[in-house]
Each structure stands twice: as C-alpha cells, then as structure tokens.
C-alpha cells in the first residue's frame, strides 16, 4: 500500500514507476533470502547442538560418573549434565557468540540478543542415572519473548523431535500431530510430580487420585520434554505438572501448539514457559481436564 500511495501521489512515466516496483520486488526478494538463511543458520545450529549434547549421554549411560544432589534428596545432577550442556553451549557459541543463553546447571549467560537459547542438557536425570532410557535433551529457541523452534531429542529410542513456529511438528522429519480423543475418561494422560512435595489444594496427588478412581490412565515418564512430545505425536492425550522451569518445557510446549494442541496454565489462560503450571491436551479434552486441575471435579 505504501508503494501504491506512493507512485499515485507524484507524477511519474510508466516505466519509472516500473523501475520502482522492480527495486521494491528486488529488495523483498533479498530480504526473504536473507531471513531465510538465518533461519536455516538457527535450525542447523540447533540440531547440531542437540545432538552434540546426545553423544555425551550415550558416552555416559550406564557407565561410571559422578551424581550429587539439588533441591530435594532426589534432584540429581551428574557428570553427563555438565559434559552434555558444555558441548551444547559450546556448539551455539561457535555460530551466534552474542546470544542470550539460559541452561538449568549453568543459569544464565546474559546479552542483550533479542535471542534467548534454553537448554536442558538431560531432561529426565533420575532416569539416566538408573539406566532408564526415558532421557533427552532439550533446546528452545526464543526471539523477542516468542517461541520460535525446539527440538526434543532421546538418543535411546533414536526419536528427534522438531518444531518451528508457524511450520508444523516433527518426529524424525515425518510431521506428527495430536490425539482425536474426545473424553477424559477414554484419554491416556501422563503427568509428573516435583522433588520437594508441594501442600497446596487438589495439589498433585489429589488430581491423579481423582482421574485414576475414574479409571484413566495416567503414566508417569520421568521427563516433561517427552511428556510433551509424546502429546504433539498422539501417543498421550493430555499432560498436566505442577512444579516445572523454563527448561522443562520450552521446547516441548511448541511441539504440542505446532502438532495441532493446546496449552494453558491451571487457569486456562496464556502459557509461558517461566510459570510453574503447565495443562497440554489435544485441545479437545482440555476444557474437561482443566476442570479436573481446577478442583471442579
């Protein structure tokens, strides 16, 4: 609309105006290579960096390294976290040096980049550290506040999870998307439960005790970022947590809007990855399962 208000308002020959709109076209057209150059610049960064961290947990898994402790008797952190989250960041760095990194053992490597990489370098450590294949590692990828591509990778089943916003959601490049199940009670659901209990109303145990007596199934994996893909690829119908970090779910929770779902807080209302609350369904159970997160029944 610029260009047309542009050339109606002076008086210019045909092929002036001609001109004009070439150079317009012109300058489009390098700017969507230019953009889309970067975006491939980012994708690639991403999925070398994830499966730099991925080798260091096959190096690792089942073999000796040392465990200590965080929060919580059970929130552990091994050798293989650093190892994996050292070849992640370090992967990323070698591209995009000036990027604004968030990782769970290291915190944050602070820039003023409008791009923000979130990393968990094992997500689901008790896991790993028992020789439990239900492991991963996980980055996101955040530009201006906005989820913008993430990928979700376990090693052990050989299942790398893409997404990126506006394209669609991946398993091991073939899109995925969710369930089409329309009940709670005819759903397959998963869920999670934090290292340090939490006492609050209809707190964790009291919604899996609900939906259990109802007779749905409610699994428990170990890992929230699978939790979620597995949700984006139909396997699960709905996931609900309550304690979860941005690490978490960065990732995951673009997975699962790209497949075709659905995310909110307990609320119902707009998700973040920096809140602890997370409900993601196939969109079509969500308003019922809310109600059974919200103590409505």
């Known amino acids: 609309m610029v260009l047309y208000d542009y050339t109606k308002s002076i008086r210019l020959t045909k092929r002036q105006k001609a001109e004009i709109i070439f150079h317009y076209q012109v300058d489009n057209i390098n700017s969507n290579l230019s953009n889309q150059y970067l975006c491939n610049m980012y994708k690639n960064t991403l999925l070398y960096a994830i499966q730099a961290g991925a080798a260091q947990l096959q190096h690792y898994f089942n073999g000796s390294f040392t465990i200590s402790n965080k929060e919580g008797i059970n929130n552990l952190v091994t ?5 994996s989250e050292k070849a992640i960041i370090e ?3 070698n591209n ?3 990027h604004f990194i968030l990782s769970e053992e290291t915190g944050e490597i602070k820039s003023n980049s409008e791009y923000k990489w979130i990393i968990d370098p094992i997500d689901g450590t008790v896991n ?11 980055i996101g990828l955040e530009k201006e506040g906005e989820m913008i591509m993430g990928a979700v990778y376990n ?6 999870f893409f997404a990126q916003k506006g394209m669609g959601a991946y398993l091991n490049e073939k899109k995925i998307s969710v369930s089409r199940k329309t009940t ?3 759903s397959c659901l998963v869920t999670g439960f934090p290292y340090t209990y939490l006492e609050t109303p209809n707190g964790p145990l ?5 939906l259990v007596k109802q007779g749905v199934p409610v699994r428990r994996l170990g890992s929230a970022a699978i939790d979620l893909c597995w949700v984006a690829a139909g396997r699960f119908d709905g996931f609900y947590e309550h304690k979860l970090q941005p690490w978490d779910t960065a990732a995951g929770f673009l ?19 920096y809140q602890p609350h997370l409900l993601a369904t196939n969109g079509i159970i969500h308003d019922e399962l809310l109600a059974y997160v919200k103590g409505e029944k």
Do not use: R, W
Request: aromatic share 12%.
């Open 79 to 83: 050798e293989a976290d650093h190892a």
């Open 91 to 93: 992967a990323i760095q």
């Open 96 to 98: 995009f040096p000036d």
């Open 128 to 138: 790993f550290a028992n020789g439990i294949p239900l492991c991963c590692v996980s």
């Open 155 to 160: 090693p052990f089943m050989n299942e790398l």
């Open 184 to 186: 709670v009670i005819e």
């Open 206 to 210: 009291e919604i899996f005790q609900k």
């Open 255 to 273: 997975m699962v809007e790209e497949a075709g779902g659905k995310i909110t807080d307990f609320n119902g209302d707009y998700y973040s990855p």
